[in-house]
Each structure stands twice: as C-alpha cells, then as structure tokens.
C-alpha cells in the first residue's frame, strides 16, 4: 500500500477539480492511502462541497501551515503582494512530505521540494490544471516531473515537443474536472432569461488580460441594453489582490475592481472569485464566450458555441501555438462596437463550428471510462512499475 499525498497549496479552489476526482477514485479502491492536504480552511469547505461523503470518510484530511517563526513575519509582510504562504509550507513541511510515497499536484510550485529541498525520492506527478494554449503551461519544469497526467492529443505532443517530456513520463487520461463538474449550472437568474448571456471570462496577466484595457468598456456594453445577458466571471486570481504579480510573462498591475453601477444593473452578474467562477457553472450555462486567454475556453467549447477575443495588446497571434484556441472565433482589437461584435459572431458560428470541434478532439481525449478512473489507472501503474498509461 503506498501514501499518496493530493496537495492543494493555493490561495483559491480553481484547482481542487482537476485533480479531487482523481483522489476520490483511489479511495474508492482503498488499494493505498490517501491523504488530502490544504492550506486554508476554504479549500477544505469546496472539498467537502465537491466531494461524496462516503468517499471522503475514506480520506485522510490535513491542514497545513507555517511553522517556522521567521516564515509567518515574511509572510505576513509581502503576502499582500505575492503568495508568500504557497512557497513557505513546503520549507515548514519538509517531514509531513518526506513521509509520502507520491505527491499529485496541479501546479508546479511543488517542484521545490526536489529542486531546492532534496526529496529526491518523493514521486512527484502533475495533473495539470486547464487544458489551454499558453507558453507556460509547456515550460522545462514541466519535465520535471515524474509523471505527469494530460488531457487530450495536443498537450502531450506540445509537453514532448516544447518541454522535452519523454513518451514514458505522459499518461493521456482525458479530463477529470469533467467527471465532477459536467452538471454545474447558474444559480441565478435574470430578469430577462431569454435573452443570450455572454460570459466575460478575463485572465489576471497584465501582459495578457483584456481587463485592465478593455473591462470597464466591456461590461459599460452591457449596461442598460437589452440584447443579451452578461456573466462577468474573470479568473479567481484577478481580485485576490490588489496588485497583481505574475511570473510568466512577468507583469504587475493595479487592480480596479468594477464600479457600483455594474453591480446594481440587474442584466449584469458579477462574480470575482466564487466556487462558480471555476466550477464550471458559468461555461456549461453561457450562450457566447467573450475573453482572452484563460483555459476556460475549452470548458465552454465542449460544447460548441459562438466565441469570440479581445486581442487588448496587439498580439500577432496568427500561426503562435500559444493562441490557438483565437481560431474559435472572431478577435477583437478593441471593445468599439460590441454588442454589434456579439451579434456578427453568432451569425459566423456556423463557419466556427467544425474548427471548435477540431480544437475538442485534441484538446480532451474522452471516452466512456471516467477520466478520473484512467488516472487512477495511470497513478496505479506508475507507482508499481509498470507503464503509464497513454
């Protein structure tokens, strides 16, 4: 029996779906120990929102946190700006990993944990989180990894090809955030339901976000009209702070968060970091998709649907793998006009169609095997020697 570690270290839930399932089906085959570990007692909540109870009473759950004196004062000085909390636990933690036989996150944070902290030992498999297009996802630490879990034909290709994974290190396991996510849909409702709804769907980047150029444009669009509904629902990481740092590419921005008149326009939702915002409950419900880079796009295209891009900084994205998924739909390089945008998209749909569905088939590789059942396979096979799966 091996101890497997599922990690949640991050400050919001986004990433809980893409790998809970995967944990919940090796419980269910109680063939190892698993144990769930988080940092904050929000992600505990989702878990158990997400999770079935007779599962989760097979699962070991832990709360991790800073133990050192010297990490809670850093923290607790630039936490503000940048998630100083994520990259001390593994530090404060050392034993509670050193104790495992595999870790399973889905995120890369935790390479720390061999690259500067030594665990050499410790099996360390990626199940990524999205499915989409962006350089990042496709850097050199992802061959770090001992295995790491992918979702269709295309990430496999671009990991071996852009990351120099080897065939032995991938399993093609499909989508799991689909075995838990699929049903979700929109609690709420508009005063008008019969209208279309767009769902505005903004990365927190500032090298990459139409936000921080085009947001209060796009969602003054939206007041007071009454062609279509609007779901703004950016990525959780957008309002966490009030500054946003990123890394790759790296960026810093302000962030304004929208005026009172968009919160009080009733054709106007706006949720900046629910459960909703990645529980799929906003791409399974919208009618268009109007973004930019985040992967939520292939969420919402697993059913094929009018799309269309805001293009805020002048990308010359044509034939950049890292934009693929702009194929989908019409791009935008402004705001200017939008509601008219919205409506010449939906005519060209049809045009759209059959390159959305390409875009699917080798985005997720499905079948009538749950996705989290292939991973556990995978997971299983690679911890007792035998090959991955895919």
Not at 53 to 59: N, Q
Not at 236 to 244: A, D, G, P, S, T
Not at 250 to 261: L, M, Q
Not at 383 to 388: F, M, N, P, S, Y
Request: hydrophobic share 40%; aromatic share 8%; charged share 20%.
């Amino acid at each position: 029996m091996k101890r497997i570690c599922f990690l949640f270290n991050h400050d919001q839930t986004h990433q809980l779906a893409h790998s809970l399932p995967i944990a919940l089906a090796l419980a269910a085959r109680g063939n190892h120990r698993i144990v769930l570990a988080f940092a904050k007692p929000s992600i505990r909540r989702e878990i158990e929102r997400q999770a079935d109870p007779a599962l989760l009473a097979r699962i070991e759950l832990v709360q991790l946190g800073l133990r050192r004196t010297g990490s809670k004062a850093l923290a607790g000085m630039i936490e503000r700006l940048v998630p100083a909390t994520k990259m001390l636990i593994y530090r404060d933690n050392l034993d509670f990993f050193r104790s495992f036989d595999a870790v399973v996150v889905s995120e890369k944070t935790t390479l720390l944990l061999k690259t500067r902290y030594g665990l050499d030992d410790l099996k360390l498999i990626h199940t990524r989180h999205g499915a989409g297009d962006r350089a990042i996802g496709f850097n050199p630490e992802s061959a770090r990894f001992d295995l790491v879990l992918v979702s269709g034909p295309k990430i496999r290709d671009r990991l071996m090809a852009d990351a120099g994974l080897r065939a032995e290190q991938i399993a093609l396991v499909g989508y799991p955030k689909f075995d838990l996510c699929a049903g979700n849909r929109f609690a709420g409702s508009f005063p008008a339901p019969e209208r279309p709804t767009v769902l505005y769907n903004p990365h927190p980047s500032p090298r990459l976000s139409s936000w921080f150029r085009h947001g209060a444009a796009v969602l003054e669009a939206f007041r007071g009209q009454d062609r279509y509904n609007l779901i703004f629902a950016p990525h959780v990481m957008l309002f966490e702070r009030k500054w946003v740092v990123t890394i790759d590419p790296p960026s810093i921005a302000r962030v304004r968060t929208p005026g009172t008149e968009y919160r009080a326009d009733p054709r106007i939702h706006i949720d900046t970091g629910s459960a909703a915002s990645s529980d799929m409950s906003y791409t399974n419900s919208a009618d268009i998709y109007l973004g930019d880079v985040s992967s939520q796009i292939y969420e919402f295209l697993r059913t094929p649907r009018p799309c269309l891009f805001l293009n805020s900084h002048g990308t010359r994205w044509q034939g950049d793998p890292n934009y693929l998924h702009w194929q989908a739909g019409p791009v935008l390089n402004s705001a200017d006009g939008l509601l008219d945008a919205i409506d010449a998209a939906v005519a060209a749909h049809p045009g759209y169609a059959p390159v959305q569905q390409a875009l699917i088939d080798a985005t997720f590789s499905l079948s009538e095997r749950p996705s989290a059942e292939r991973a556990a396979d995978a997971i299983t096979a690679f911890l007792e020697g035998r090959a991955a799966l895919g």
